[in-house]
């Protein structure tokens, strides 16, 4: 790739490296991800990486990373993106949240327009989290890493119980492995501007049988400080049921715009959402879940347990073969209150999965 | 798949708990020299040694690195692991930079090594 000289690695992921690189042809810094070697042998997935990131380089929206170019070096593939000068909107909301609701509303609709852009593309996030949103020092959003394939459904990886960050950001269905449609995103920004309006995500949980019930049992607790309105529509976003939540990403933002203290001058093209409101939830309410939503849970709370993850409390005497009950817990990486103890635990942690 | 087991003690009157946690396994050999890693970093944290500790972490994470790319860790574990990994890296306290102990005697030995070459 003598077009694209490196220059230093930004980050590395469980997937992939991140460099900084400079295009020599056009003069101009790019970021390029790299999928990690194990990952490159898979012939499927590098197949579907490679496919997905072309679909994302037709993607041309000013609040979404740009792909300039896809291909493979020595079979290990590779995206160039648009390298994006600021920071993760996790690092904000590290720094700055609870944020005013004008400016959360502000970011969030640019968010809603770029996803507005990729859905009408027919092109699904599947993975909208604050490490996944750049904000530029002018406040501008982009969203990264559309269309991107992931080494696992990010249902599989979490039921395995090793990304339960990421969790909190999923909608129920995409948690239980149902098929996955604009909506999905929708929660996933619903729950993202909670976290900006709140400082803290829609639940705590530290399993995700408990995230499971938590979300069943109903909305998260009121955003305090948060105009009624726009607290009512982050709420629909974190709806159960998928056409519960605002309609399109479009519907999102003039329902944010509409609901925030001072209406933003610019959103996006009026979308025809009349029907959406009929069948929203209003918060409060306990949701209903249907029939179908309830199989699928206990489907996957089984699944789950099959991987290994969770360990279901099961009576021992009601079965001899079952382990003794212990409490519903996703198994994922113990951190110690310092960094000697956080590092003794991952040694346990490794030592007790060794194969 | 193994779960946690409940294993009586026999004759001692206790009860010993094997704990082997649940779920895909990690190649043995890389498992240990990664757990043997994380071992130094809190071992080195624990005496004060920063700079030790420091060095450690850096093993670590390039350890894990290397264990993905050979295929050692299974796929449901590489985020957080290496998400691990490069988060205790970064939490390890700032090294104050000290001229290296063996750097004299190194020094001395090359000039030793000079002569010896020299009387060649």
Known sequence: ?355 | MSSAVLLAGCGGGGAEIEKTAPGPRIEGASAERLAGLSDEVARRLETGDACGAAEAAVQLRDGVSEAINDGAIPTIYLEDLSGFANELEAQIPVCAEKPPPGEKKNKDKEKENDKEEGDD
């Open chain 1, 1 to 355: 790739m003598t077009r694209y000289v490196t220059e230093r690695t930004l980050g590395r992921g469980g997937m992939a490296t991140v460099e900084l690189a400079r295009d020599e042809q056009l003069g101009r810094k790019v970021a390029i991800k790299r999928l990690f070697g194990s990952l490159s042998g898979d012939e499927d997935f590098r197949e579907r990486f490679l496919r997905e990131g072309r679909m994302a380089a037709r993607l041309s929206h000013p609040n979404i990373v740009g792909v300039h170019d896809v291909g493979e070096e020595d079979g290990v593939p590779y995206i160039v993106m648009e390298h994006v000068e600021g920071e993760t909107l996790a690092d904000l909301i590290a720094r700055k949240a609870p944020l005013d609701p004008d400016r959360a509303v502000d970011l969030v609709l640019q968010i809603c327009a770029g996803l507005e852009h990729a859905h009408a593309a027919g092109l699904v996030h599947r993975d909208i989290k604050p490490q996944n949103l750049l904000v530029r020092s002018d406040d501008t959003v982009k969203i990264a890493d559309f269309g991107i394939a992931r080494p696992l459904d990010g249902t599989q990886m979490t039921q395995a119980g090793t990304v339960l960050g990421t969790a909190a950001y999923l909608a129920p269905e995409q948690a239980l492995g149902e098929r996955v449609t604009g909506a999905a995103d929708i929660y996933s920004l619903g729950a993202v501007t909670y976290e900006l309006l709140a400082g803290r995500p829609p639940y705590q949980f530290e399993s995700l049988v408990e995230l499971t019930v938590k979300q069943r049992e109903g909305p998260p607790p009121p955003l305090p400080g948060v105009p009624a309105e726009l607290e009512e529509v982050v709420l629909r976003c974190l709806a159960l049921e998928p056409e519960a939540r605002p309609r399109s990403a479009a519907a999102l933002a003039h329902e944010l715009a509409g609901a925030s203290p001072e209406p933003p001058t610019e959103v996006l093209p009026e979308p025809g959402v009349t029907a959406a409101t009929e069948v929203m939830a209003r918060p409060g309410r306990t949701v209903r879940i249907s029939r179908r939503l309830q199989l699928a849970i206990a489907g996957a709370l089984l699944a789950a347990a099959l991987a290994g993850g969770l360990t279901l409390g099961l009576r021992q005497e009601e079965d001899p073969e079952v382990p003794p009950a212990q409490p519903a817990r996703v198994d994922t990486l113990p951190r110690g209150e310092t960094p000697a103890e956080s590092a003794r635990l991952l040694a346990e942690w490794l030592r007790a999965r060794a194969g």
